[in-house]
């Protein structure tokens, strides 16, 4: 058994990652970050939880934009090809799950 606790993951950069397991060809990392990520699309799914701290959630799509505030224990789920950035308001640690080398 493996035990995190991710306030003793120390990173050196915003968005550094911690591996936490590979089941399959889905990844599930955790990272700490105190910096805006920019726009993208994954080319998968991605499901995206707040484990401590705070981040805005920007997502574009045909009708505009839409701004959700997260706060720990929230979770968000983006399909193949749904736009979005992660604002964090100050230091936060996230969990990312999606399919291993999604862009």
């Known amino acids: 058994m493996n035990f995190v606790t991710p306030r ?47 981040v805005k959630m920007h997502h574009r799509d045909a009708e505009g934009e839409t701004v959700s505030q997260m706060g720990p224990g929230d979770i968000c789920y983006f399909k193949e090809g749904d736009e979005h950035r992660a604002v964090p308001q100050g230091a936060a640690y996230v969990l990312v799950i999606e399919r291993e080398g999604s862009v």
């Open 8 to 54: 003793e993951f120390k990173a050196d950069k915003a968005w550094q990652a911690l591996d936490i397991a590979n089941m399959d060809g889905v990844t599930v990392r955790m990272h700490w970050t105190d910096q805006p990520y920019h726009w993208h699309e994954n080319d998968g799914q991605e499901v995206f939880v707040v484990l401590e701290g705070a």
